[in-house]
């Protein structure tokens, strides 16, 4: 019964971020479509630090789904909005705040998490990043029962993914659409009672919030750790380097093994921009210079020939 669902669920959908984004638009056209929408309040963003709202909340309003926007979701009056909506699940993700029992308590089947790792590896705040940076073959998302702890709930649905080259934005959208799918059915046989609830097994491993400084590159490691970490953090926040002085985010990358040579070192071969480093070297595919937009590696060497390049 994907995505062409009889039986209607009352759901309020947390979620903040731009996968969170991803998946209630996949959630939508599968005919998912929650009672409220709970999301981050509005903040200044862009270099006029003007308020502007999480996409979600701009999903929410343009199929005219309610949305709300509290500080503080533990809040004892908004907890009782939410009481009052008698909703049967909650389903959050990449919310970006941790919900109390109370809120855990609200419906009446259950409140349920879909968070983009295999659980119980890479439980936290940056699960895709961790995954790609540390060379992983695979990833996927678990769907399970929330309770008072940070994803240790018990699982109703995990899903393998393979990582490949994918940058974390690619596998963000690959794993929104197929949760997307599953997910009515996944409801469905929660609620009749047709799935049992198992216990997350294995070895858990965290997923730290990326800091500041793991941003830049270092292009004295081997080109696959490179690109691992390039494409961890694309599109967002972006990978830093300097181009000719010049601060740049690098967003899609290719490796070669067979080049070698001084790291750092960029070189220019047949209309395309690599980049050597401790071993191998990597070709880049988009990048954004520092003022503008993002662009492929052809049209930054033809519009913005570098003076340091060979």
Same mark, same amino acid.
């Given at each position: 019964?994907?995505?062409?669902?009889?039986?209607?669920?009352?759901?309020?959908?947390?979620?903040?971020?731009?996968?969170?984004?991803?998946?209630?638009?996949?959630?939508?056209?599968?005919?998912?479509?929650?009672?409220?929408?709970?999301?981050?309040?509005?903040?200044?963003?862009?270099?006029?630090?003007?308020?502007?709202?999480?996409?979600?909340?701009?999903?929410?309003?343009?199929?005219?789904?309610?949305?709300?926007?509290?500080?503080?979701?533990?809040?004892?009056?908004?907890?009782?909005?939410?009481?009052?909506?008698?909703?049967?699940?909650?389903?959050?993700? =990449?919310?970006?705040? %941790?919900?109390? &029992?109370?809120?855990?308590?609200?419906? $009446?089947?259950?409140?349920?998490? !879909?968070? /983009?790792?295999?659980?119980?590896?890479?439980?936290?705040?940056?699960?895709?990043?961790?995954?790609?940076?540390?060379?992983?073959?695979?990833?996927?998302?678990?769907?399970?029962?929330?309770?008072?702890?940070?994803?240790?709930?018990?699982?109703?649905?995990?899903?393998?993914?393979?990582?490949?080259?994918?940058?974390?934005?690619?596998?963000?959208?690959?794993?929104?659409?197929?949760?997307?799918?599953?997910?009515?059915?996944?409801?469905?046989?929660?609620?009749?009672?047709?799935?049992?609830?198992?216990?997350?097994?294995?070895?858990?491993?965290?997923?730290?919030?990326?800091?500041? =400084?793991?941003?830049? %590159?270092?292009? &004295?490691?081997?080109?696959?750790?490179? $690109?691992?970490?390039?494409?961890? !953090?694309? /599109?967002?926040?972006?990978?830093?380097?300097?181009?000719?002085?010049?601060?740049?985010?690098?967003?899609?990358?290719?490796?070669?093994?067979?080049?070698?040579?001084?790291?750092?070192?960029?070189?220019?071969?047949?209309?395309?921009?690599?980049?050597?480093?401790?071993?191998?070297?990597?070709?880049?595919?988009?990048?954004?210079?520092?003022?503008?937009?993002?662009?492929?590696?052809?049209?930054?060497?033809?519009?913005?020939?570098?003076?340091?390049?060979?």
């Amino acid at each position: 019964m994907e995505g062409d669902a009889e039986r209607k669920f009352r759901i309020a959908f947390f979620g903040s971020g731009n996968f969170a984004h991803r998946v209630l638009l996949n959630l939508i056209e599968n005919n998912v479509i929650p009672d409220i929408v709970v999301t981050s309040p509005d903040a200044p963003s862009g270099r006029g630090r003007q308020l502007r709202a999480t996409k979600v909340k701009e999903v929410a309003l343009q199929k005219g789904i309610p949305c709300l926007q509290p500080y503080d979701p533990n809040n004892p009056g908004f907890i009782e909005e939410v009481k009052n909506r008698e909703i049967e699940y909650i389903l959050l993700t =990449d919310y970006g705040k %941790i919900l109390k &029992k109370e809120l855990f308590d609200i419906p $009446k089947i259950a409140p349920l998490n !879909l968070h /983009p790792s295999l659980l119980p590896k890479y439980r936290g705040a940056s699960p895709l990043e961790r995954a790609i940076m540390n060379g992983e073959k695979y990833t996927g998302f678990t769907i399970f029962i929330m309770d008072e702890k940070v994803d240790t709930g018990d699982i109703l649905y995990q899903k393998k993914v393979e990582i490949d080259d994918k940058t974390r934005g690619e596998l963000e959208e690959e794993i929104a659409s197929l949760a997307g799918k599953i997910m009515y059915d996944v409801m469905l046989k929660k609620a009749d009672n047709k799935i049992k609830p198992k216990p997350q097994k294995g070895k858990s491993t965290y997923a730290k919030k990326i800091k500041e =400084d793991e941003l830049w %590159i270092d292009w &004295k490691k081997d080109a696959e750790e490179v $690109k691992n970490k390039i494409h961890a !953090l694309s /599109p967002l926040p972006g990978a830093r380097t300097h181009f000719d002085g010049k601060y740049t985010k690098i967003f899609k990358v290719k490796v070669h093994k067979d080049k070698n040579g001084s790291a750092g070192r960029i070189k220019i071969e047949n209309g395309v921009l690599y980049v050597f480093c401790g071993k191998g070297a990597i070709e880049i595919i988009e990048l954004q210079p520092a003022g503008k937009k993002i662009m492929e590696a052809k049209e930054y060497i033809l519009g913005y020939h570098p003076l340091w390049a060979e």
